[in-house]
């Protein structure tokens, strides 16, 4: 039987414009134990995105706050910094990087339902609007996704649009949240929240951003070096003047310079798309990388070069895991990437470091899946065909022990 759509919440609805309408939703919001929120806003043409709506839900009232005429939001973002407080989003990294934009900080205790969904079965990632039908049986209009959220005054389609994107946040918390407690999952997510907010502003020291650059594939330590002073330059002039990276220097051009480091600023002027006026400037990073000592270079990346059973073992962890997920309802993309499973049969090879299997290693990951696949590598299981028909085909059987 087809899924009977709910009701969407009747809550009173209303739109902040001016410091006197900010002021009563944060006293409302001050009583308030749990806030939604979410934001909109246009960044394809500065460093750090232009905020132009934030859309909040409580239990009791949806607002959408103007922040182009309503005056600083610092006192918001202190409300949802407050660890007594739970914040909850969908998808939520601008939401992490505009507070923290804000005050400095980001919420204190968050809830992200796209999170939330993969670790009790949902498709990960899911979008807000296949979650809402997928939980509440309501269908949304996205009609407004490449809307300018600059232009004033909001039609009735944007407003609507804006109170949607917050109006079922609650009720999918609360539901989402009596899975996770059902399952035993609540750790689990704690632990996914407190990385995505790292990870959100740039605090993971295990991502260098500077790598996924286009272009510095296959330089030498010294050239990767030029790499990343070129992208560091590049990042801090972008935030200076507030645009986009790539207007200050595009990745391709990054990637010849590292590539081909001219030693001389003129030289460096017959490369097309350099402002003469950085010229001076990106020499200066160039040089600073040139006299880096090598040990200071950053390591360039393996190239993968395995042998053929790693490739072989690593496809069958994935179908491995992909049973366990299917039967522990959890998203299988959520748990493990391919190269989590390739690590972890690279960490049995000869010569290799044992343990290094990545985020399979820490916290929920390594207690409940890092052992079945271990045993599964051990010869300790075996994986059964159980039903072709039936959604669950495979099964993971313990072999017996050899006897004495």
Not at 65 to 71: E, K, M, Q, R, T
Not at 317 to 343: F, M, P
Request: hydrophobic fraction near 40%.
């Amino acid at each position: 039987m087809a899924k009977k759509p709910a009701p969407p919440p009747g809550l009173p609805e209303s739109i902040v414009a001016d410091p006197a309408g900010l002021q009563e939703c944060l006293a409302h919001l001050a009583g308030c134990s749990h806030i939604a929120f979410d934001t909109e806003f246009v960044g394809e043409q500065t460093y750090r995105p232009d905020l132009c709506l934030v859309q909040v839900a409580t239990a009791e009232r949806l607002f959408i706050i103007d922040p182009l005429s309503c005056g600083p939001l610092a006192e918001f973002w202190e409300l949802l910094a407050d660890p007594s407080r739970v914040a909850i989003v969908h998808a939520g990294r601008e939401e992490m990087r505009m507070c923290h934009f804000g005050i400095g900080r980001t919420p204190a205790h968050v809830f992200d339902v796209q999170i939330a969904a993969g670790l009790v079965g949902y498709t990960y990632p899911i979008g807000y609007s296949g979650l809402v039908a997928e939980l509440l049986g309501v269908r949304l209009s996205k009609g407004e996704t490449l809307t300018d959220w600059r232009r004033r005054p909001l039609t009735p389609a944007q407003e609507k649009y804006a109170f949607d994107d917050v109006r079922y946040l609650v009720p999918i918390w609360k539901r989402l949240h009596d899975r996770l407690r059902r399952l035993n999952r609540e750790d689990w997510a704690a632990e996914e929240f407190a990385a995505f907010v790292r990870r959100s502003i740039g605090e993971d020291a295990a991502v260098e951003r500077w790598r996924k650059i286009k272009g510095i594939g296959g330089l030498d330590a010294k050239g990767l070096a030029v790499a990343r002073e070129l992208y560091r330059w590049r990042d801090s002039r972008a935030a200076q003047g507030n645009r986009p990276p790539r207007s200050v220097l595009r990745d391709e051009l990054l990637g010849d310079l590292a590539r081909r480091p001219p030693t001389k600023l003129d030289d460096l002027l017959s490369f097309r798309g350099l402002a003469k006026t950085d010229a001076p400037h990106v020499l200066d990073a160039i040089r600073r990388a040139k006299a880096l000592p090598p040990a200071d270079w950053p390591e360039p990346e393996e190239r993968e070069n395995d042998a053929p059973h790693v490739a072989l073992l690593s496809n069958l962890l994935s179908v491995v895991l992909g049973e366990w997920c299917a039967r522990n309802r959890i998203a299988q993309s959520l748990v493990a990437t391919a190269s989590d499973l390739k690590r972890l049969v690279r960490a049995r090879q000869p010569g290799a470091t044992p343990g290094d299997a990545s985020s399979l290693a820490n916290g929920w990951r390594q207690r409940a899946i890092l052992p079945e696949l271990e045993a599964f590598l051990d010869g300790k299981r075996s994986l059964v065909v159980e039903n072709p028909s039936s959604p669950h085909p495979l099964r993971l059987a313990a072999l017996p022990t050899e006897g004495p």
